[in-house]
C-alpha cells in the first residue's frame, strides 16, 4: 500500500487548498478512503470519508461546508478540497485506506501500520 498526499502549504484565513492523495498498491476502488488530520500538540481528528463509489461522503461537524472529498477510481486519486480556512484547520493532513468513520479511538493505530501516507502539512495564517 501505497498512498502519497500533496497540496498542502501556507494560505491566509479564509483561503483554498485542495489537497491530492495518489493510491497504489491496492485495489482503489474496493476501499473506502478517509482523510484525517493532526493539530500540533493533538491527537489525531478524523476529517471526512468517502465510500467506494464516490457517492456518499461524511464529513467532521467543524468542516461540514467548508471540506469536499471526492475521489476518481480511475486515477486512484482522492481529493478535499478546503474552503473558508481558519487557524483551526492549521495541521498536518493524511489520507487513509478505509473507513475510519467513528474510530476515533482506535485512530492512533495508523502510526503502526501502511494504511495512510506520510501527510501534507496545512498551514492558515496571515
Known amino acids: 500500500v501505497q498512498l502519497v498526499e500533496s497540496g498542502g502549504g501556507l494560505v491566509q484565513p479564509g483561503g483554498s487548498l485542495r489537497l491530492s492523495c495518489a493510491a497504489s498498491?491496492?485495489?482503489?476502488?474496493?476501499?473506502?478512503m478517509t482523510w484525517v488530520r493532526q493539530a500540533p500538540g493533538k491527537g489525531l481528528e478524523w476529517v471526512s470519508t468517502?465510500?467506494?463509489?464516490?457517492?456518499?461522503?461524511w464529513y467532521t461537524d467543524s468542516v461540514k461546508g467548508r471540506f469536499t472529498i471526492s475521489r476518481d477510481n480511475g486515477k486512484k486519486t482522492v481529493w478535499l478540497q478546503m474552503n473558508s480556512l481558519t487557524s483551526e484547520d492549521t495541521a498536518l493532513y493524511h489520507c487513509?485506506?478505509?473507513?475510519?468513520?467513528?474510530?476515533?479511538?482506535?485512530?492512533?493505530?495508523?502510526?503502526?501500520?501502511?494504511?495512510w501516507g506520510q501527510g501534507t502539512q496545512v498551514t492558515v495564517s496571515s
Open positions: 498498491g491496492f485495489t482503489f476502488s474496493l476501499n473506502y
Open positions: 468517502i465510500n467506494r463509489y464516490g457517492t456518499e461522503t
Open positions: 487513509a485506506r478505509g473507513n475510519w468513520r467513528g474510530l476515533d479511538s482506535y485512530l492512533a493505530t495508523l502510526y503502526e501500520s501502511n494504511d
